[in-house]
């Protein structure tokens, strides 16, 4: 496994898109409805989940770690509201 930032990113986008892609599949009856996941909810904690992962590979003290994660939260959560509106407005779901 590589150690270096750029590696772990793009795997962290890519879990993001593939987490998108599922919830969007959901809510166009693509996919069964057994996985019914909420894209608010889900991009909100893959940022924090993201942002945490990020403080502890620089290692940074837990304080600064909680910062991390809340902001995380806070960005994945406007970010995933973003995403339902556009999907809203061009009236996927």
């Known amino acids: 496994m590589h150690d270096h930032l750029l590696f ?9 898109l593939a987490s998108i892609a599922a919830a969007i599949a959901t ?7 057994v996985i019914d ?11 924090a989940l993201g942002f945490t992962g990020y403080g502890a590979l620089r290692r940074l003290p837990p304080d600064r770690i909680a910062r991390l994660s809340l902001g995380g939260t806070v960005l994945g959560g406007s970010v995933g509201l973003n995403l339902l509106l556009i999907a809203l407005a061009i009236q996927v779901i």
Do not use: D, F, H, K
């Open 27 to 33: 809510r166009v009856r693509v996919l069964p409805e």
């Open 37 to 47: 996941i909420s894209i608010i909810p889900t991009v909100a904690g893959l940022g």
């Open 8 to 16: 772990w990113t793009l795997g962290l986008l890519a879990g993001l």
